[in-house]
């Protein structure tokens, strides 16, 4: 079945930026589904941030268009998130998800990332 | 604060029914755009629990079930078990600015 995994560091200093990847298996990423990345703050809800197709065309959450930027490499069947200039307000669990029509059919487990110096 | 309203709390006793409710305006669920729910035991991933509204996904059990009316819907859980205590989201699109996916800021279902 198909599985997501993001990885990355999982410490980051503030004003840096945070950079994460999630390896897709057990589907290619040249079907037709959009690859998204949603993030959880400690103790709060769910943040959808952006997500991308296999075209390259991509999503932005409006509140972080200026910050964020995703990429796709269908070579290596995986994608991946930048979001710059980070601060503590950036701490939070990411997750990866897949996006089947408008729902999230498979989500990744999270990788929590501390913004911290 | 979220797009979607929910409360951030519910409880019920074992056996019971209990609703959540999710609030939103005429530019996402009163859009007719589609809303889904994800439940998230506690320290794991949202898993997909309904989707366009009131379709649940192969394995999930009939106890569960959405509706929507107007700019506002609602996820039933009947027969409460231990078992479905987590915490639940409600999902949907926002046309507004460039269009985006939306969540609820979730509700703790607690079981008594």
Same mark, same amino acid.
């Given at each position: 079945?198909?599985?997501?995994?993001?990885?990355?560091?999982?410490?980051?200093?503030?004003?840096?930026?945070?950079?994460?990847?999630?390896?897709?298996?057990?589907? @290619?990423?040249?079907? #037709?589904?959009?690859? &998204?990345?949603?993030?959880?703050?400690?103790?709060?809800?769910?943040?959808?941030? !952006?997500?991308?197709?296999?075209? *390259?065309? #991509?999503?932005?959450?409006?509140?972080?268009?200026?910050?964020? @930027?995703? @990429?796709? /490499?269908? #070579?290596?069947?995986?994608?991946?998130?930048?979001?710059?200039?980070?601060? !503590?307000? /950036?701490? !939070?669990?990411?997750?990866?998800?897949?996006?089947?029509?408008?729902?999230?059919?498979?989500?990744?487990?999270?990788?929590?990332?501390?913004?911290?110096? | 604060?979220?797009?979607?309203?929910?409360?951030?709390?519910?409880? *019920?006793?074992?056996?019971?029914?209990?609703?959540?409710?999710?609030?939103? #305006?005429?530019?996402?669920?009163?859009?007719?755009?589609?809303?889904?729910?994800?439940?998230?035991?506690? *320290?794991?991933?949202?898993?997909?629990?309904?989707?366009?509204? &009131? &379709?649940?996904?192969?394995?999930?059990?009939?106890?569960?079930?959405?509706?929507?009316?107007?700019?506002?819907?609602?996820?039933?859980?009947?027969?409460?078990?231990?078992?479905?205590?987590?915490?639940?989201?409600?999902?949907?699109?926002?046309? &507004?600015?460039?269009?985006?996916?939306?969540?609820?800021?979730?509700?703790?279902?607690?079981?008594?």
């Amino acid at each position: 079945q198909v599985q997501l995994q993001e990885s990355g560091p999982g410490l980051v200093k503030p004003s840096g930026t945070l950079s994460l990847t999630c390896a897709v298996s057990g589907d @290619s990423i040249s079907n #037709s589904y959009w690859w &998204n990345w949603v993030r959880q703050p400690p103790g709060k809800g769910l943040e959808w941030m !952006a997500e991308i197709y296999h075209s *390259g065309n #991509s999503n932005y959450n409006p509140s972080l268009k200026s910050r964020v @930027s995703i @990429s796709i /490499d269908k #070579s290596k069947n995986q994608f991946s998130l930048k979001l710059n200039s980070v601060t !503590a307000a /950036d701490t !939070a669990v990411y997750y990866c998800a897949r996006r089947s029509s408008s729902y999230m059919d498979v989500w990744g487990k999270g990788t929590t990332v501390t913004v911290s110096s | 604060q979220s797009v979607l309203t929910q409360p951030p709390s519910v409880s *019920g006793a074992p056996g019971q029914r209990v609703t959540i409710s999710c609030a939103g #305006s005429t530019s996402n669920i009163g859009a007719n755009y589609d809303v889904h729910w994800y439940q998230q035991l506690p *320290g794991t991933a949202p898993k997909l629990l309904i989707y366009n509204d &009131n &379709n649940r996904p192969s394995g999930v059990s009939d106890r569960f079930s959405g509706s929507k009316s107007g700019t506002s819907a609602s996820l039933a859980i009947t027969g409460l078990q231990a078992e479905d205590e987590a915490h639940y989201f409600c999902q949907s699109y926002d046309n &507004n600015l460039s269009g985006w996916r939306v969540f609820g800021g979730g509700t703790k279902l607690t079981v008594l």
